[in-house]
């Protein structure tokens, strides 16, 4: 196995952040998919990789309930590199109030263009772990700075409006 | 939010998806048009401005950047770029997590630096042994040489000098002049 920064991460790597430049290419990706396949074809894969992919960590946040879900996104914003991220436990949700979003920061720096949905890939992709782990994902914000929930099921949440996710412009 | 640490887990299960969705075509179509088109442009540039010194600073900074322990050697001579991996990063995130969900990753390595160096004006000599170990030596198109003699570019580094360089059961891939994923021998 590899050694281990966090227990919370279910794939772990022998260094203690990751690679930026890897940013280029989640963007190059999602351009190429959204070219391709257009907007339903993006959000199908990533409700694929959230299911399939991510299927550890959805276990784990079955299993763990919401500290199991704090603990995750701590680790993760961990190996992140440049991620300024805070993680708040709250009894019946978590929040993620992410003040500066390693992705967008690091693109930008670059003079890379996120795609126009980019933000959105936040809410797709974490709605569908969130679902397999029977609790409810919300986003709010955008473009380098979010705040993201994380709820049990029963909580009453209003629905996702995907207005209240900004798009990235130019 | 889709993360780099583990960037190598979730860019292998996209290849299985893509060859679900669109067959092999579509595998081949993402690493040539989203990885060297568009992710890599920043290789693309420096190789073609510069040629070989321009592949010592852009493996040189990425190599260390994906790898900080080290697991690759870089060697050069007149007209031939040489790397040797004894510990792949990517390769080697994926064994000890044990994912799998394309047949063989270690093609995308070929897919998007293949017809990347081709349009620099390269050709590749190449051998994987799917297990993380692997070496590469790009040479301007036409020139002669290729499959150089054990040590004779990277000394002592060469992966095919290592112990584990053919384990039992492992299965080398061989590239002569390539710049296309497909174009191996078994």
Redesign the interface.
């Known amino acids: 196995m590899a050694t281990p920064t966090s227990g919370s991460l279910p794939y772990t790597d022998t260094k203690p952040v990751g690679s930026a430049d890897f940013y280029f290419a989640i963007n190059s990706t999602f351009r190429f998919i959204l070219g391709r396949f257009g907007r339903d074809g993006w959000i199908r894969y990533l409700t694929d990789l959230g299911t399939g992919y991510y299927a550890p960590v959805n276990t784990q946040w079955k299993q763990g309930g919401l500290p199991a879900v704090a603990a995750y996104w701590r680790a993760f914003f961990a190996a992140e590199p440049g991620a300024v991220v805070e993680v708040v436990e709250h009894p019946d949700r978590v929040e993620l109030s992410v003040r500066e979003c390693p992705l967008i920061k690091h693109l930008r720096a670059h003079g890379r263009e996120p795609v126009r949905e980019f933000c959105q890939h936040c809410y797709h992709l974490g709605s569908a772990r969130a679902g397999a782990a029977g609790l409810t994902m919300r986003l709010s914000g955008g473009d380098g700075a979010c705040v993201h929930t994380y709820a049990r099921s029963a909580t009453n949440l209003p629905a996702q409006d995907l207005n209240q996710i900004k798009e990235n412009r130019p | 939010?889709?993360?780099?640490?583990?960037?190598c887990?979730?860019?292998e299960?996209?290849f299985g998806?893509f060859e679900r969705?669109?067959g092999h075509t579509?595998v081949r179509?993402?690493w040539d048009?989203?990885?060297n088109q568009?992710?890599?442009t920043?290789a693309r540039d420096l190789i073609k401005a510069e040629g070989i010194p321009g592949m010592l600073k852009y493996w040189g900074h990425?190599l260390t950047?994906?790898?900080?322990?080290l697991g690759f050697t870089i060697s050069h001579q007149k007209d031939v770029f040489r790397i040797d991996f004894h510990d792949c990063?990517s390769r080697?995130?994926l064994l000890?997590?044990e994912?799998k969900?394309y047949r063989d990753y270690c093609d995308h390595c070929m897919g998007w630096t293949g017809p990347m160096l081709k349009d620099c004006g390269f050709q590749i000599d190449h051998e994987h042994n799917h297990c993380g170990q692997c070496w590469w030596e790009i040479r301007p198109t036409g020139t002669p040489g290729g499959h150089s003699p054990v040590g004779s570019v990277a000394g002592d580094k060469d992966s095919r000098l290592l112990p584990n360089w053919l384990p039992p059961g492992a299965r080398l891939d061989r590239y002569t002049k390539a710049n296309d994923p497909d174009q191996k021998t078994l």
């Open positions: 939010m889709i993360g780099c640490y583990d960037f887990g979730h860019y299960w996209t998806w969705v669109g579509l179509a993402y048009e989203a990885i568009d992710s890599q920043h990425t950047e994906e790898s900080p322990e990063p080697g995130f000890r997590n994912l969900n």
